[in-house]
């Protein structure tokens, strides 16, 4: 069968079938016209990496699954490598809950007597914003204000960066960039805007920081070559975020909502915000908006939606 047929049976992207050659893990044949063929098997094997990405094992470490496959066997997981993977991907998570937890104590620990030097009594207790989102936020709607961004090139622009660089947006080479837009992150101690949870969309910007923060690497390894933040808040403000949540990658900042016009983008105000980002993310290949995230709910687990977009 073609590629595009596979891709449809398999329910994936022919981009994703095109990854899974590259990683070796589909081998197809080739016809006399010299187009590929591909057969029952590697549709089987397709699923077989969708269900093993389901439980968090990376398309890139899914050889032993395949080869088990290929040996002949009837489930993947019955042969020796395979569950030697299983054991390797288990004591991975266990060293990344370990690492976040440690480091989430961490932080904690150092929030609290920063907060204590900085902030009176008066403002009693003091909200954690990188913690699980509240119920019954209310689910933003696809009101088409991104409907065109797709196949637009991106603007000649210069933003400052957190790191100290300036990023140009039309300068950002070749392979994937993800820049994931958002209105604003809350300060502990300092209360956010009026009513903020009752505007669709708008809380959770520090949860999705750490969402990507989490998944950045798995990112970098599917083959995205930049992560940004992108908002309306000064370097400055950007940065206390940067370095309160542990971010690996840097924050754009656009003050003057720059990107915003060029590209025709969705904002909102807020009580004491006359103007800010609404949550949209950008995949950017070749200077080209490729793909485009919009509305995004709920934000704590978007970078999971990024990932899966990239290897499905």
């Known amino acids: 069968m073609r590629i595009g047929e596979l891709a449809g049976r398999a329910q994936v992207s022919v981009k994703a079938v095109r990854y899974y050659e590259q990683l070796g893990l589909v081998q197809p044949g080739r016809l006399p016209n010299g187009y590929r063929d591909y057969s029952d098997h590697d549709l089987r ?5 969708r269900a093993l990405s389901g439980f968090g094992i990376n398309p890139a470490r899914a050889a032993p699954f395949i080869e088990c496959l290929d040996a002949g066997h009837q489930h993947s997981d019955e042969c020796p490598a395979s569950l030697a993977a299983y054991r390797d991907s288990i004591a991975e998570l266990d060293r990344t809950i370990a690492s976040l937890a440690s480091r989430r104590e961490h932080l904690a620990e150092r929030l609290q007597q920063g907060a204590s030097r900085t902030f009176k009594s008066e403002v009693g207790a003091m909200i954690d914003y990188s913690k699980a989102l509240p119920d019954n936020l209310p689910v933003p709607v696809d009101d088409g ?7 637009l090139a991106m603007p000649a622009l210069t933003l400052a960066a957190t790191d100290g660089r300036e990023v140009g947006l039309g300068r950002l080479g070749s392979g994937p960039t993800v820049i994931y837009l958002y209105p604003l992150t809350g300060v502990p101690g300092t209360d ?5 949870d009752a505007i669709p969309g708008a809380r959770g910007c520090s949860t999705e920081a750490c969402d990507f923060r989490d998944h ?3 990112l ?8 940004f933040g992108l908002s309306s808040q000064d370097s400055d403000y950007q940065r206390e975020v940067v370095d309160r949540l542990g ?6 900042s656009d003050t003057g909502f720059a990107l915003a016009e060029a590209l025709t983008l969705p904002t909102f ?3 004491g915000h006359d103007r800010l980002y609404a949550r949209l993310t950008l995949v950017i290949n070749d200077g080209v908006i490729e793909h485009v995230f919009y509305p995004i709910f709920p934000p704590n687990t978007h970078a999971q939606q990024v990932l899966d977009w990239f290897a499905p």
Request: glycine fraction near 8%.
């Open 45 to 49: 094997v397709i699923s077989e990496i």
């Open 145 to 151: 204000a991104a409907n065109h961004l797709v196949g």
């Open 192 to 196: 956010l805007p009026d009513g903020w």
């Open 216 to 218: 950045f690497t798995l």
């Open 220 to 227: 970098r390894d599917v083959g995205v070559v930049n992560v």
């Open 247 to 252: 971010l690996p990658f840097a924050m754009l």
């Open 269 to 271: 105000a807020a009580p």
